[in-house]
Each structure stands twice: as structure tokens, then as C-alpha cells.
């Protein structure tokens, strides 16, 4: 009887690890399966979260330039300060006043202090200083 006992005790253990198995293999898949969809997830919150941060950029930028020219808050001016945007930028005085639509002499009076910008032309100062460098090269450029 113990050999039979011992033989029925063996077999029920080596179906229950069959058993097992299968059900841990399907659970194995399973598990792989979710964190691949879980990568993909964290993939795409990432990029949305990118998207997000350059359109509040944008937004941030767009709402300046429109705050400034709607409020008609007066602009002050620095000699100094403009020479050292340009100087920023890597621009000549002439293509800086391509940006603004002066010339480059004019650009060179103004950062001499020799002359000053009136309103119109501190806004488009204003809308220039709100560029950044890559657009700038580029506008100045074309």
C-alpha cells in the first residue's frame, strides 16, 4: 500500500506542477504584454508632455507680444541694452535693421545715443527682442 500511496502522491504533484506551469505561462505573457503597453503609455505621456511645455512657450511668448502692444504701455529705450542684443544675436547693424525695417546707420545712431527710436519703432524693437536667435538669423538672412 505505501508503494501505491507513494506512486498516487507523486503523479497528483506532477500534474498540479503541470498545471501550474500553464497557468504561470499564460500569466508570464500576460505580464509581458502589459508592460509593453505601459511603455508605450509612458512614451506618449512624455511626448504629450513636450507638446504641452513648447505650446505654453509659444502661448507665454504670443501673450507678451499681444499684452505689450494692446496695453500701449510706453517702451523704454537703452542704447546699451539694444547694442548688446545685436552683439547677442551676432548680427551686423544692417541686418539688425533688416529686422526692424530701419537702416544699419540708423541701428548705429541709436546704440551711439546719438538719436532715439519713436513709439512705432520701439514696438518693432520690442517684437524683435521676443525672437529667438535661430529666428532672427533667419529673418535677418532672408
Known sequence: ??????????????IARKEVRSEIDSLKKASTQHRAAIAQLRRQVSELEKRLRQAERQATTTSRT?????????????????AAHRAKL?????????????????????EQGKSRPNAEQLQRLA????????????????
Open 1 to 14: 500500500m505505501t508503494n501505491i500511496a507513494s506512486v498516487l502522491k507523486s503523479e497528483i504533484s506532477r
Open 66 to 82: 499681444t499684452a505689450s502692444e494692446t496695453a500701449g504701455t510706453p517702451r523704454r529705450f537703452s542704447a546699451s541694452r539694444l
Open 90 to 110: 551676432g548680427l551686423s547693424a544692417a541686418a539688425y535693421g533688416k529686422l526692424v525695417d530701419m537702416s544699419g546707420a540708423t541701428i548705429y545712431l541709436w
Open 127 to 142: 517684437a524683435v527682442r521676443l525672437l529667438s536667435r535661430r529666428a532672427a538669423l533667419e529673418r535677418a538672412g532672408s
